[in-house]
């Protein structure tokens, strides 16, 4: 079984001057799923190299036992260090493709074409895509093959607008995830502020939080095995 998993490389919130990244829960949490369950997995970024991790993932109240554990692991440090080019990967060969959130991805991934290209191509492929946390905001520009939007119809959820509220940056980032599945016809819907919730749809899974990074993961690799 072979996943890409694909990671921002954007760094700046908004104009704040303050820095983003990938929330470093969302990394860990699937990273080990995957490799507990032999997965070969390949990590991938926009720009290659070492993705930038959000700094408030790293703060003492948001640690986890996985997190933890990828601070100890410099096998798993050096495979993040040396992501591949986004632009130097297909489809071809995997079977299914991973986002982790953070904020960053809300301005890289989310107006990339060639993540916007490479997530339709998976879909079109019948191979899965997950998204969890802020990367269900990625799915903003990609369509389906009958040319709609690719979350039209489909049950869907991601970081929510009272979460975003919690963490006051409603007025920074670029978009709201909920509000921007909405607009595109995803019946979204979502748990209470950061308790775990996954869903699937056909071959799309989603997550609502940090907390769902771990879970979708494992909901993946059952979809995955039941093929």
Known sequence: MKILMVITSHDQLGNTGKKTGFWLEEFAAP????????????????????????????DPEFQTELTARYKKDKVAQDRLSKTVKLSE?????????????????????????????????FYAAGKHIAFVCHAPGVLRHV??????????????????????????LTNVVPFLVEDALKKNGGVFSKTDDWKIYVLVDGLL??????????????????????R
């Open 143 to 168: 369509k389906g093959p009958d040319g709609e939007w690719l979350v039209k119809g489909k049950k869907v959820t991601g970081f929510t607008n009272t979460e975003e509220d919690a963490v006051q």
């Open 205 to 226: 899974v989603t997550g609502q939080n940090p907390a769902s990074s771990g879970p979708g993961a494992t909901v993946l690799l059952a979809m995955l095995r039941s």
């Open 31 to 58: 990273y080990y799923v995957f490799q507990e369950a032999g997965v070969d997995l390949v990590l991938s970024s926009p720009k290659g190299g070492l993705p930038p991790f959000d700094p408030k993932s790293d």
């Open 89 to 121: 990967v297909s489809h071809e060969g995997f079977d299914a493709v991973f986002y982790p959130g953070g904020h960053g991805p809300m301005w890289d991934l989310a107006e990339d074409p060639v993540s916007i290209k490479l997530i339709e191509s």
